[in-house]
């Protein structure tokens, strides 16, 4: 079988899989992100050990990378990460070389949400907003069927939006940005501070060690009635609906997929942002809210998007036409029709073209 892997490169965890024509994840790799501070070499190792592991020493026909980071409109350089070291890195060429395989690279949001419109829940929406909730914010925004990029391919940073004045420090450079509020670090920075010194379920999942203390524990401790694991989700969920209120009353979206890690936990993070949404979008009450919903790949949604868009690329083998691939619309073209009928073909068709040529 031809070998298709995708990785999602975040700010905690590096995660590779090897993916089917038909959006199947059949094997993964994880690693552990080395961290902002690190050198890039060490999260290029990473990342090789991940795709190497996958590969299992068989050819590898295409790497996709969704990386969390912003990406350039020709999919060649990570311009700036605030979780990750790349600074105007061309890691695509240089992954690339390194691999001796096709590299195609764009924004991890960007690739989830491309797999949600092929394969999960943003399927025949034409409208929708991807949010990924983990270390940070990742957004995506799908209109009239297609990926919005911006004039520069950085578009949906929605995580960096000032939601608080002078707020708290970001590790972008700014303050008070949305995700230091909302986001896996932010649930689990304020269970820590709330931890109960006494007795409790969060208390013994961590041994009584706040630092110990991670996401899915508060998720797991939620789950068990924990109070404070309770309040956690309740404050994020608020965070996440006033944002997404923002957000609504920007994009009017008919959909809004939620993924990333925070959102393994589900309603309990879900309603609560259901519920600020519909109080904050302007003209509450007079519209209906958009559909909050999480992401059906779940945390796979990102490596599932990134091995899609490395087959689009290799379509005819060109950098033009893995620049084209990098449209909602072209995935869906793939994922609609010729995926399941298994033949992948080049399609020159006007509506690839126009979607890289509106960015
Ligand atoms: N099941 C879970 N429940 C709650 N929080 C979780 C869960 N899984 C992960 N998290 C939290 O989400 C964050 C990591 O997110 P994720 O697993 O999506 O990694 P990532 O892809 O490296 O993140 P990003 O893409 O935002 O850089 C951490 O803060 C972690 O504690």
């Given at each position: 079988m031809v070998l298709y892997i995708g990785v999602d490169v975040g700010g905690t965890k590096v995660l590779a899989g090897e993916v089917t024509r038909a959006g199947t994840v059949v094997r993964t790799a994880r690693r552990s992100t080395p961290g902002r501070r690190v050198s890039v070499a060490s999260v290029e190792d990473a990342l090789t050990e991940a795709v190497l592991d996958v590969a299992a020493g068989r050819r590898i026909a295409g790497v996709g990378l969704a990386a969390a980071g912003f990406v350039d409109a020709a999919g060649e350089r990570v311009m700036f990460a605030p979780h990750l070291?790349?600074?105007?890195?061309?890691v695509r060429e240089r992954l690339s070389r390194r691999w001796g395989a096709p590299v195609a690279l764009d924004n991890d949001a960007n690739c989830a949400a491309v797999a949600e419109t092929a394969f999960g829940a943003a399927r025949g929406s034409s409208s929708a907003l991807m949010i990924t909730l983990g270390t940070g914010i990742g957004g995506a925004i799908v209109m009239a069927g297609q990926l919005v990029r911006g004039a520069q391919g950085?578009?949906?940073?929605?995580?960096?939006?000032?939601?608080?004045?002078?707020?708290r420090n970001c590790e972008c450079g700014m303050s008070g940005c949305w995700e230091q509020y909302c986001s896996g670090n932010a649930l689990v920075r304020f269970a820590r501070a709330h931890?109960?010194?006494?007795?409790s379920i969060l208390t013994d999942l961590c041994d009584a060690r706040p630092e110990q203390l991670t996401g899915p524990m508060v998720t797991a401790a939620a789950e068990q009635g924990d109070p404070v694991a309770g309040q956690a989700f309740a404050a994020i969920g608020e965070w996440l609906g006033v944002g997404l209120g923002g957000l609504t009353s920007a994009f009017d979206p008919e959909l809004v997929v939620v993924g990333g890690g925070v959102s393994a936990a589900g309603d309990r993070l879900l309603e609560p942002a259901r519920a600020a949404l519909a109080r904050t979008v302007v003209g509450a009450g007079h519209r209906t809210p958009p559909q909050v919903v999480g992401a059906?790949?779940?945390?796979e949604a990102g490596l599932i998007g990134a091995a899609l868009l490395s087959r689009s690329a290799r379509w005819a083998g060109s950098a033009r036409s893995a620049r084209t691939a990098r449209s909602v619309r072209g995935v869906q073209t793939i994922g609609a029709g010729d995926y399941r009928s298994g033949v992948i073909k080049p399609r020159r068709r006007r509506p690839d073209r126009g979607a890289r040529g509106s960015s």
């Open positions: 070291p790349w600074a105007g890195e061309r950085m578009a949906g940073e929605f995580g960096h939006m000032q939601v608080v004045p002078d707020g931890l109960d010194p006494g007795p059906r790949l779940g945390p």
